[in-house]
């Protein structure tokens, strides 16, 4: 990258992010997903360390890809890198407090935080997204993607998925 030329500033490029979203949940942002490792910013440009949901995601250039163009889209830069960093492993607990009330209001009822191990609880005993009913039964502990389970309220008679735990 060559020197950056204009003034950015770390929350700047936050706010920015929060307008990427995850291409299988289409309303949670890379931010609120908790897959932004840091941001740094430096006289050679925006550096972005993203940390993948898991390592195989088939999502991740596209992530990366809108990262990018989001950043120089709205902050008048070219000079902008996005890397996938494997140090730190991603679990549900990153996904911030407002993401996790938007998992809700999408219809997927959203991962239990834990502390320690994470335990069956986690995937089975759920609180329905529509009704807030803990009157639930899981049907499948795999859904449309690996991240979800598939649950059936027997309050509502909804259907519904949840974002698992990991």
């Known amino acids: ?51 993948p949901t898991f390592s195989g995601c088939p999502a991740l250039h596209f992530i990366q890809d809108n990262i990018r163009t989001t950043l120089i889209q709205k902050l ?46 986690g995937i089975s005993d759920i609180t329905c997204p529509y009704c807030d009913s803990s009157n639930t039964v899981m049907k499948s502990a795999f859904g449309s993607t690996l991240c979800r389970s598939i649950h059936y309220c027997n309050e509502c008679k909804q259907s519904f998925e949840q974002f698992k735990p990991v």
């Open 76 to 121: 008048g830069t070219s000079k902008v890198e996005v890397i996938l960093d494997f140090e730190a492993s991603w679990n549900s607990n990153h996904i911030s407090e407002e993401g996790l009330k938007i998992l809700k209001k999408f219809g997927l009822a959203p991962p239990k935080r834990y502390s320690t191990e994470l335990e069956i609880d």
């Open 1 to 51: 990258m060559t020197h950056l030329d204009i003034n950015i500033n770390k929350a700047q490029v936050l706010d920015a992010l929060k307008e990427v979203f995850d291409p299988e949940i289409p309303v949670l942002s890379v931010v609120d997903l908790g897959i932004i490792a840091d941001v740094e910013i430096t006289e050679d440009g925006i550096l972005v360390r993203m940390t």
